[in-house]
Nanobody, 118 residues
Framework: QVQLVESGGGLVQAGGSLRLSCVASGSIFSINSMGWYRQAPGKQRELVAVGFAGGRTNTADSVKGRFTVSRDYAKNMVTLQMNDLKPEDTAVYYC????????????WGQGTQVTVSS
């Protein structure tokens, strides 16, 4: 099993910045991808940004140029640097990892709230 623990959410004014972190722990052989999704009230969960083994990243068009995902492979950690935040970025942000812990699985954190005030 893999556990994901997120930190760094909170309340910020529009134009501000926040940094989210997520650490994976447990019996981990490898992590293929690790990144962030978000879900706003009344909306479906959507991809924000993900980093793949080997260094490739995928970032949603809505946050390109403002959000940056990065991975620390040695620490099994992923961070999301969010700049120039907008009210429409308000959502619960979930860490996600596609990992091999003896059995390949898709794992989720508990979520962290990000609220951007106008």
């Amino acid at each position: 099993q893999v556990q994901l623990v997120e930190s760094g959410g909170g309340l910020v004014q529009a134009g501000g910045s926040l940094r989210l972190s997520c650490v994976a722990s447990g019996s981990i052989f490898s992590i293929n991808s690790m990144g962030w999704y978000r879900q706003a009230p009344g909306k479906q969960r959507e991809l924000v940004a993900v980093g793949f083994a080997g260094g490739r990243t995928n970032t949603a068009d809505s946050v390109k140029g403002r959000f940056t995902v990065s991975r620390d492979y040695a620490k099994n950690m992923v961070t999301l640097q969010m700049n120039d935040l907008k009210p429409e970025d308000t959502a619960v942000y979930y860490c996600n990892a596609y990992a091999d812990s003896g059995m390949i699985g898709n794992y989720w954190g508990q979520g962290t709230q990000v609220t951007v005030s106008s």
